[in-house]
C-alpha cells in the first residue's frame, strides 16, 4: 500500500503564492510519476500538473503553465507544486496521486484546500 499526505493549503490573496507539499509512504512506492489535481465542488477533477519519478519530465495543463511548477526529491520520497501569481479561479482542493505508465492515477491524497482571495 502507499499512503499520501498533501499539506500547504490555506487562504492566499490573488497574485500571491503557495507550495504544496506530498509526502509518501508506504513499502510498494515506486512510482512511474506522480501528478497534482485539484476540484471545486461541482465540477470533475482536474489535471494540474505531473512528473516522472525518475528523469524529472514534466507536463502542465494551460491553464497553470508558466505559474506553477511541480518538482519532486525522490530521497525524501516528497512531491511539491510552488504556485505563484495565484487567481480566485485556482481555487480548488489539490490532491496529489501517483501515476502509472498508462496514466492511470492509483494512489491519492486526501486533499489540501486553496483558496484564493480577490
Known amino acids: 500500500q502507499v499512503q499520501l499526505v498533501e499539506s500547504g493549503g490555506g487562504l492566499v490573496q490573488a497574485g500571491g503564492s503557495l507550495r504544496l507539499s506530498c509526502a509518501a509512504s508506504g513499502r510498494s512506492f515506486n512510482p512511474y510519476g506522480m501528478a497534482w489535481f485539484r476540484q471545486t465542488p461541482g465540477k470533475e477533477r482536474e489535471f494540474v500538473a505531473r512528473?516522472?519519478?525518475?528523469?524529472?519530465?514534466?507536463y502542465y495543463a494551460d491553464s497553470v503553465k508558466g505559474r506553477f511548477t511541480i518538482s519532486r526529491d525522490n530521497a525524501k520520497n516528497m512531491v511539491y507544486l510552488q504556485m505563484n501569481s495565484l487567481k480566485p479561479e485556482d481555487t480548488a482542493v489539490y490532491y496529489c496521486?501517483?501515476?502509472?505508465?498508462?496514466?492511470?492515477?492509483?494512489?491519492w491524497g486526501q486533499g489540501t484546500q486553496v483558496t484564493v482571495s480577490s
Open positions: 512528473i516522472t519519478w525518475r528523469s524529472g519530465v514534466t
Open positions: 496521486a501517483t501515476r502509472r505508465q498508462s496514466g492511470e492515477s492509483n494512489y
